[in-house]
């Protein structure tokens, strides 16, 4: 099994509708991250969270919440999903020990149409 | 807040010769960390290697290895003997430390293509 999993792999909504993207880790890691990829802009922040009860938004949060249900669940809500939402999702973990880099999830690809 | 700029959007390479991706970075840390990742058409995201701010000596992973230029602000990345599967996005990263450490800003990413 892989130490990240992102669900669902692949997704398309309509405008308007709710969408939850899920992410679990077995790494035992405390930190946890939300990032977006789009051409040309590389990976943003949306969330992250250093453990459990600690949330706080990254620098393109706006349309996005977050829930830590657990150390090894961190989930990306979009209210109301919007065309320009069209991205490929990240999640990823790390070690609150040490800077080694993250460990990521196989991303989720969402179309908004 | 930290910027990482690649300013090269696509590269291309021949088949077992040596590219150089470039990334410089903004930052007023003096503790922080770089690392390249892979992103392959499978669009996973792939450590490549990884640098401390504090080592002057370049990090090397087998092939792959960086020029590490701290006043600069320049942490390129040397690939050789080039294969086709080194084809992929390749993206630059900097990590602070401090209240910031954990959080990594990226680039804007490179597009390499191995030709054979």
């Known amino acids: 099994d892989a130490d990240v999993t992102q669900t669902p792999r692949n997704r398309i909504t309509k405008t308007g509708k709710r969408i939850m993207l899920e992410c679990s880790q077995t790494k035992g890691h405390d930190r946890m991250y939300w990032y977006r990829q789009d051409p040309g802009l590389g990976l943003r922040l949306i969330y992250y969270s250093f453990d459990v009860k600690d949330i706080n938004k990254g620098e393109i949060s706006d349309g996005y919440s977050v829930s830590r249900q657990a150390q090894a669940k961190f989930s990306l809500s979009l209210e109301s999903a919007i065309p320009n939402q069209t991205a490929l999702y990240f999640c990823?973990?790390?070690?609150?020990?040490?800077?080694?880099?993250?460990?990521f999830g196989s991303g989720t690809r969402l179309t908004v149409v | 807040a930290q910027t990482v700029t690649q300013s090269q959007p696509e590269m291309s390479v021949q088949e077992a010769e040596t590219v150089t991706l470039s990334c410089t970075y903004d930052?007023?840390?003096?503790?922080?960390?770089l690392f390249w990742y892979k992103q392959p058409p499978s669009r996973q995201m792939i450590l490549v290697i990884r640098?401390?701010?504090?080592?002057?000596q370049n990090a090397t992973e087998n092939r792959f290895s960086v020029n590490f230029q701290k006043a600069a602000k320049s942490f390129s990345l040397k690939i050789s003997d080039s294969q086709l599967g080194d084809t992929a996005m390749y993206f630059c990263a900097f990590g602070a430390g401090g209240t910031s450490y954990g959080k990594l800003t990226f680039g804007q990413g490179t597009i390499l293509t191995v030709h054979p």
């Open positions: 990823a973990t790390s070690d609150g020990l040490r800077q080694v880099g993250y460990t």
């Open positions: 640098q401390e701010a504090y080592k002057q």
């Open positions: 930052t007023s840390e003096n503790n922080y960390y």
